[in-house]
């Protein structure tokens, strides 16, 4: 026979586009459109339905930036669509290839219900599914214009990205409002002759299926007659009938479609336009719902559900009977999709005991899983988190963007620093916006790297970012690939039903240790460093908020502030969500967050001084405004004693480390007993001198403390990405500057390019520590600005502190696993060692930093360097540009314990306080046993809730002395403060001491009953 299977996938390509898809609506019929222009910022529903209404026209502009209208459809059905599926088609003047990135509408009945989302992917409303003919037609549409800002030039710089600097012009324009008949045979011819098309387009072209299903599509095409497609589909049909009865082989992929939409909590659009992307979604949802048996429908991020609960009780209405249903299903346990490396420990402790309570009390239900699909990286503290927060398994695909490495596994046992493992997927078709098409569905069987032992994948399913989430194209097309030859297997199920499947047939999966670094988005650890520092500021004072108060309660018998601390938890655990906290999101998304941010603080700061003053003291300005401390009462909220005041308390502070600063010929001079610090005339670090070990950390002939700004233009993301040749263009900052003395301080100032720096270098913490405080005015564009010390440590990896422990690195370039890790993270510290001798670089809100080894003859120099600022122009034209005051450290002769000791001094200085002296509720015997929380419970019991952690990587036998009140009952508890066994505990006259046994890296959590 002559080989015409290309021109039938030609013709097939063109009937559908042209003819079929078309005709899946017929007898158009306009309605009468009106509008109600919101002034401002959008307005409760209630309002828009009750507004004045001007006409409005088909071909008319609507929408400036950010602007909401309200729109009104009104009508009458014609006698003649009588007994048939009526809808209406609306295009507001969407462009179908950026759902989720411009304008939507939320349709509501004049009653006020909820009826679905309008979008580029669904621009329909149903009528009614069996018309009588001369009902009357009214539809509201609350329609966002939300601007497209990353389009078909992607990452261009623009000033639309917030309501206070976009323009005024109309964006859209009203393309159609049709009342039409839905010809369902069409739809379904429709599905029936994509899929196949699609898979004809997945199999080698030798296959007889492919030859088969082509001459079935030919044949179908034959009957259809295209000026009558609605009279001819079902004949059309008939033709493919036996191509799509044909079985799929027993070795077929099995995919589990999850109904799903990833909405970013923040990102091109400000919050509160999350909440109604979230709306929109969520009904048309419900509605998918309630028309199908078998979508399941699943979403993650407790604050979502809450936004609707507080916004559109309405829809949670609807949602929440979904749910209950168990067909909309809560996915994560999270309070929202978090960064997984930035936050500290006992954020994302909280990110899933917040998460999980609301889920529990709106819904009766717990999640399982950890659905974290889009984060920028996985730190290994993640695998004990996840585990002892009760967790079974983890989701996600974002590793998939690796610049450079496939990872080897899609269904694995991650295991964490400490040895916890937890059972993951990562979704081979490499996406959580899947739509169910032939060539994902292919790409999922090809890719899944277990097929030679297991057969399961699962494909998070829908529009994201208020796309509108599944269709119910997805769905049709989800039907046909349930059992089809040549086709990976598709039905949709929940991630729970997924994951029992998964390890039902994988008991012995590989295993991936350590963290999950993604090869990608490395300038998120530094970009928006305002974002950084308003996130650990608010975690430092979270929990010294919680530690105070807890005394208070313990010891004052004051009440608890559990309503408040759990809203201020809240609060920051959503500006941790991926695109706010890494930096990523729009101006309006980020001075949103920093004016949050200070009123957290402002918040929390009134909660210690309330929570000190019922315990009789009073502590003086925290953070970098701390002052120093004379011999008198301090206040010490590090969870390890200095200078004679006890961790976690106020007591008399012993003297201060003596230092002095003077010059010496053109070179200044930082000298205590512990350290001597020689700074030349350029402001730069000549010697760092460990005077315990006499060794000098700066490397012979080289300078530290030298600003390094690199030009720094990815190839795209630019907030998101530094591209490894950024290293190829350096300017050191050696030119000259002003230095000179101001009492115990060396002060450096110095100007470059449109921008200025002070720098304030003193001997802190005992005389040890070289801290730099730095004040600098960031003008510069596309730049990257770093802090370089070039230390003589011989050595091929780098030890950076990680959640509740630390990572070990390699920072060599052997292998291209490696050579892709050229910019890290770490929490408050990093650290190069060799036995004997290490330099740990300490930072106060600043994560990213790299290591670089430079040869030095036949020595080898580790370049370490802080990364201060970048400069991105998109999305935020401005990132960065400004103030910033930031804080760094340099330990000479450092360990993995000082190093930690002086990560939490650095970030949290002893302060001076006032009053009475205040005893630490809990304290560990062991220095490598850090209690890093102390708080009420939040079943509000009034027990006692202690975390404590073994931070340095070795066993630990230790125990914790709980001081000056009466312990009844002690429990090992889990991450939710669920209660396990009892402990045995001894007695001291003035504590009871609680015994534990921390494996490395282990994080327990004590619940003592009062
Ligand atoms: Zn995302």
Same mark, same amino acid.
């Given at each position: 026979?002559?080989?015409?299977?290309?021109?039938?996938?030609?013709?097939v390509t063109r009937v559908l586009a042209e003819r079929l898809r078309p005709a899946i609506y017929s007898d158009p019929r306009p309605l009468e459109l009106a509008a109600h222009v919101v002034d401002g910022e959008p307005i409760?529903v209630?309002e828009g339905l009750g507004a004045e209404y001007a006409p409005m026209s088909v071909g008319d502009r609507w929408g400036r930036a950010w602007g909401t209208t309200w729109l009104r459809l009104t009508g009458e059905v014609p006698a003649s669509f009588a007994g048939r599926r009526v809808e209406i088609v609306a295009d507001l003047g969407f462009d179908v290839n950026m759902p989720g990135f411009q304008a939507e509408g939320l349709v509501y009945t004049p009653g006020g219900e909820p009826v679905r989302s309008l979008n580029p992917r669904a621009q329909w409303i149903p009528v009614s599914p069996e018309a009588r003919g001369g009902e009357a037609v009214e539809f509201f549409v609350e329609a966002a214009s939300n601007p497209v800002l990353l389009d078909y030039h992607p990452?261009l710089?623009t000033?639309e990205g917030?309501v206070?600097?976009s323009g005024d012009e109309e964006l859209y324009r009203v393309r159609r409002v049709d009342l039409c008949v839905f010809e369902q045979e069409v739809f379904e011819l429709v599905h029936d002759v994509e899929v196949?098309h699609q898979?004809?387009?997945?199999?080698?072209?030798?296959?007889?299926?492919?030859?088969?299903?082509?001459?079935?599509?030919?044949?179908?095409?034959?009957?259809v007659?295209l000026q009558d497609v609605p009279g001819t589909a079902?004949?059309g049909?008939?033709?493919?009938?036996?191509?799509?009865?044909?079985?799929?082989?027993?070795?077929?992929?099995?995919?589990?479609?999850?109904g799903h939409a990833h909405i970013d909590?923040?990102w091109l659009w400000p919050?509160r336009e999350t909440v109604r992307k979230v709306a929109r979604t969520s009904s048309s949802m419900a509605t998918l719902i309630d028309e199908d048996?078998?979508f399941?429908y699943?979403?993650?991020?407790?604050?979502?559900?809450?936004?609707?609960?507080?916004?559109r009780?309405e829809v949670?209405?609807r949602?929440?009977?979904?749910?209950?249903?168990?067909?909309?299903?809560?996915?994560?346990?999270?309070?929202?999709?978090?960064?997984?490396?930035?936050?500290?420990?006992?954020?994302?402790?909280?990110?899933?005991?917040?998460?999980?309570?609301?889920?529990?009390?709106?819904?009766?239900?717990?999640?399982?899983?950890?659905?974290?699909?889009?984060?920028?990286?996985?730190?290994?503290?993640?695998?004990?988190?996840?585990?002892?927060?009760?967790?079974?398994?983890?989701?996600?695909?974002?590793?998939?963007?690796?610049?450079?490495?496939?990872?080897?596994?899609?269904?694995?046992?991650?295991?964490?620093?400490?040895?916890?493992?937890?059972?993951?997927?990562?979704?081979?078709?490499?996406t959580y916006n899947s739509q169910l098409s032939g060539e994902e569905?292919?790409?999922?069987?090809?890719?899944?790297?277990?097929?030679?032992?297991?057969?399961?994948?699962?494909?998070?399913t829908g529009w994201g970012d208020g796309g509108g989430g599944t269709t119910r194209e997805m769905l049709a097309r989800a039907k046909?690939?349930?059992?089809?030859?040549?086709?990976?297997?598709?039905?949709?199920?929940?991630?729970?039903?997924?994951?029992?499947?998964?390890?039902?047939?994988?008991?012995?999966?590989?295993?991936?240790?350590?963290?999950?670094?993604?090869?990608?988005?490395?300038?998120?650890?530094?970009?928006?460093?305002?974002?950084?520092?308003?996130?650990?500021?608010?975690?430092?004072?979270?929990?010294?908020?919680?530690?105070?108060?807890?005394?208070?309660?313990?010891?004052?018998?004051?009440?608890?502030?559990?309503?408040?601390?759990?809203?201020?938890?809240?609060?920051?655990?959503?500006?941790?969500?991926?695109?706010?906290?890494?930096?990523?999101?729009i101006?309006?998304?980020?001075?949103?967050?920093?004016?949050?941010?200070?009123?957290?603080?402002?918040?929390?700061?009134?909660?210690?001084?309330?929570?000190?003053?019922?315990?009789?003291?009073?502590?003086?300005?925290?953070?970098?405004?701390?002052?120093?401390?004379?011999?008198?009462?301090?206040?010490?909220?590090?969870?390890?004693?200095?200078?004679?005041?006890?961790?976690?308390?106020?007591?008399?502070?012993?003297?201060?480390?003596?230092?002095?600063?003077?010059?010496?010929?053109?070179?200044?001079?930082?000298?205590?007993?512990?350290?001597?610090?020689?700074?030349?005339?350029?402001?730069?670090?000549?010697?760092?001198?460990?005077?315990?070990?006499?060794?000098?950390?700066?490397?012979?002939?080289?300078?530290?403390?030298?600003?390094?700004?690199?030009?720094?233009?990815?190839?795209?993301?630019?907030?998101?990405?530094?591209?490894?040749?950024?290293?190829?263009?350096?300017?050191?900052?050696?030119?000259?500057?002003?230095?000179?003395?101001?009492?115990?301080?060396?002060?450096?100032?110095?100007?470059?390019?449109?921008?200025?720096?002070?720098?304030?270098?003193?001997?802190?913490?005992?005389?040890?520590?070289?801290?730099?405080?730095?004040?600098?005015?960031?003008?510069?564009?596309?730049?990257?600005?770093?802090?370089?010390?070039?230390?003589?440590?011989?050595?091929?990896?780098?030890?950076?502190?990680?959640?509740?422990?630390?990572?070990?690195?390699?920072?060599?370039?052997?292998?291209?696993?490696?050579?892709?890790?050229?910019?890290?993270?770490?929490?408050?510290?990093?650290?190069?060692? =060799?036995?004997?001798?290490?330099? +740990?670089?300490?930072?106060?809100?600043?994560? $990213? !930093?790299?290591? /670089? @080894?430079?040869? &030095?003859?036949?020595?080898?120099?580790?370049?370490?360097?802080?990364?201060?600022?970048?400069?991105?122009?998109?999305?935020?034209?401005?990132?960065?540009?400004?103030?910033?005051?930031?804080?760094?450290?340099?330990?000479?002769?450092?360990?993995?314990?000082?190093?930690?000791?002086?990560?939490?001094?650095?970030?949290?200085?002893?302060?001076?306080?006032?009053?009475?002296?205040?005893?630490?509720?809990?304290?560990?015997?062991?220095?490598?046993?850090?209690?890093?929380?102390?708080?009420?419970?939040?079943?509000?019991?009034?027990?006692?809730?202690?975390?404590?952690? =073994?931070?340095?990587?070795?066993? +630990?036998?230790?125990?914790?002395?709980?001081? $000056? !009140?009466?312990? /009844? @009952?002690?429990? &090992?508890?889990?991450?939710?403060?669920?209660?396990?066994?009892?402990?045995?505990?001894?007695?001291?006259?003035?504590?009871?001491?609680?015994?534990?046994?921390?494996?490395?890296?282990?994080?327990?959590?004590?619940?003592?009953?009062?």
């Amino acid at each position: 026979m002559h080989d015409d299977q290309a021109l039938t996938m030609g013709r097939v390509t063109r009937v559908l586009a042209e003819r079929l898809r078309p005709a899946i609506y017929s007898d158009p019929r306009p309605l009468e459109l009106a509008a109600h222009v919101v002034d401002g910022e959008p307005i409760p529903v209630a309002e828009g339905l009750g507004a004045e209404y001007a006409p409005m026209s088909v071909g008319d502009r609507w929408g400036r930036a950010w602007g909401t209208t309200w729109l009104r459809l009104t009508g009458e059905v014609p006698a003649s669509f009588a007994g048939r599926r009526v809808e209406i088609v609306a295009d507001l003047g969407f462009d179908v290839n950026m759902p989720g990135f411009q304008a939507e509408g939320l349709v509501y009945t004049p009653g006020g219900e909820p009826v679905r989302s309008l979008n580029p992917r669904a621009q329909w409303i149903p009528v009614s599914p069996e018309a009588r003919g001369g009902e009357a037609v009214e539809f509201f549409v609350e329609a966002a214009s939300n601007p497209v800002l990353l389009d078909y030039h992607p990452f261009l710089p623009t000033e639309e990205g917030d309501v206070l600097t976009s323009g005024d012009e109309e964006l859209y324009r009203v393309r159609r409002v049709d009342l039409c008949v839905f010809e369902q045979e069409v739809f379904e011819l429709v599905h029936d002759v994509e899929v196949l098309h699609q898979l004809a387009a997945e199999l080698p072209e030798e296959s007889a299926r492919r030859a088969k299903i082509l001459r079935a599509l030919n044949a179908a095409l034959n009957r259809v007659d295209l000026q009558d497609v609605p009279g001819t589909a079902a004949a059309g049909r008939e033709e493919l009938r036996e191509v799509l009865a044909s079985p799929a082989e027993p070795s077929a992929h099995k995919i589990t479609a999850v109904g799903h939409a990833h909405i970013d909590s923040a990102w091109l659009w400000p919050l509160r336009e999350t909440v109604r992307k979230v709306a929109r979604t969520s009904s048309s949802m419900a509605t998918l719902i309630d028309e199908d048996d078998e979508f399941v429908y699943a979403m993650s991020s407790a604050q979502q559900y809450a936004w609707m609960k507080r916004d559109r009780p309405e829809v949670f209405a609807r949602v929440k009977k979904a749910v209950a249903e168990g067909r909309f299903v809560p996915v994560g346990g999270m309070w929202v999709e978090s960064d997984a490396v930035l936050p500290s420990g006992e954020s994302l402790v909280r990110q899933i005991s917040q998460g999980q309570r609301f889920f529990k009390e709106e819904f009766g239900v717990e999640c399982r899983g950890a659905w974290l699909p889009d984060s920028f990286g996985y730190s290994g503290a993640l695998p004990q988190i996840l585990s002892g927060a009760g967790y079974e398994w983890f989701l996600t695909q974002k590793i998939s963007w690796n610049q450079v490495n496939r990872f080897p596994h899609h269904t694995f046992l991650w295991e964490g620093i400490d040895g916890s493992r937890i059972f993951t997927h990562f979704p081979p078709m490499d996406t959580y916006n899947s739509q169910l098409s032939g060539e994902e569905v292919a790409r999922a069987a090809r890719q899944f790297k277990e097929k030679s032992v297991a057969r399961h994948s699962l494909a998070p399913t829908g529009w994201g970012d208020g796309g509108g989430g599944t269709t119910r194209e997805m769905l049709a097309r989800a039907k046909r690939l349930a059992n089809l030859e040549g086709s990976p297997q598709v039905s949709f199920g929940t991630p729970n039903d997924f994951f029992e499947q998964a390890k039902a047939e994988l008991p012995d999966p590989g295993v991936w240790r350590g963290e999950l670094y993604l090869e990608l988005h490395r300038g998120t650890f530094t970009t928006q460093h305002r974002m950084k520092q308003g996130n650990r500021t608010s975690e430092r004072l979270l929990a010294e908020a919680e530690l105070w108060a807890a005394s208070a309660a313990v010891r004052a018998g004051r009440d608890y502030p559990y309503d408040e601390l759990d809203a201020l938890w809240q609060e920051v655990l959503l500006l941790q969500f991926h695109d706010i906290l890494p930096g990523t999101s729009i101006a309006w998304v980020h001075r949103e967050a920093r004016e949050r941010y200070e009123r957290v603080a402002t918040t929390l700061r009134g909660i210690i001084a309330d929570s000190l003053q019922a315990l009789g003291a009073a502590g003086e300005a925290d953070g970098l405004d701390a002052a120093p401390v004379g011999e008198r009462l301090a206040l010490n909220a590090a969870p390890f004693p200095r200078r004679g005041v006890p961790a976690a308390s106020i007591a008399p502070a012993g003297p201060a480390a003596p230092v002095s600063a003077r010059a010496e010929g053109e070179s200044f001079v930082l000298e205590s007993a512990a350290a001597r610090v020689e700074i030349d005339g350029s402001g730069h670090v000549r010697s760092l001198v460990d005077l315990a070990s006499g060794r000098d950390a700066i490397a012979p002939g080289r300078t530290g403390n030298v600003l390094q700004l690199h030009q720094d233009f990815p190839n795209m993301w630019d907030a998101w990405d530094v591209d490894a040749f950024y290293a190829g263009m350096r300017d050191d900052l050696d030119g000259p500057a002003d230095v000179s003395l101001d009492g115990d301080a060396v002060v450096v100032r110095r100007k470059f390019g449109e921008s200025a720096i002070e720098q304030r270098l003193t001997l802190a913490d005992d005389g040890r520590l070289l801290v730099i405080d730095c004040d600098v005015d960031w003008r510069e564009e596309e730049k990257f600005l770093k802090l370089a010390f070039p230390v003589a440590v011989f050595t091929d990896e780098v030890v950076a502190e990680t959640q509740f422990g630390y990572h070990r690195r390699a920072n060599h370039a052997n292998t291209s696993w490696e050579a892709a890790r050229f910019e890290t993270h770490a929490q408050r510290w990093f650290l190069v060692r =060799e036995p004997g001798f290490g330099v +740990a670089f300490l930072n106060e809100s600043s994560h $990213g !930093f790299d290591v /670089a @080894r430079e040869s &030095a003859g036949r020595d080898v120099v580790q370049n370490a360097r802080f990364s201060l600022l970048r400069a991105p122009r998109f999305p935020d034209p401005r990132a960065d540009r400004g103030r910033h005051r930031m804080r760094f450290g340099v330990l000479a002769g450092a360990t993995v314990e000082s190093a930690t000791e002086a990560g939490w001094a650095l970030q949290s200085p002893l302060r001076a306080a006032t009053g009475t002296a205040v005893p630490a509720l809990a304290t560990s015997q062991d220095p490598a046993v850090v209690v890093s929380t102390v708080k009420l419970a939040d079943d509000r019991s009034g027990d006692l809730v202690v975390r404590l952690y =073994e931070s340095t990587g070795s066993r +630990a036998s230790t125990s914790i002395a709980l001081n $000056g !009140f009466e312990a /009844a @009952r002690v429990v &090992a508890a889990d991450l939710l403060e669920r209660p396990g066994d009892p402990i045995e505990t001894t007695r001291t006259p003035d504590a009871v001491l609680v015994p534990v046994a921390l494996r490395p890296f282990e994080v327990t959590t004590l619940r003592i009953t009062r």
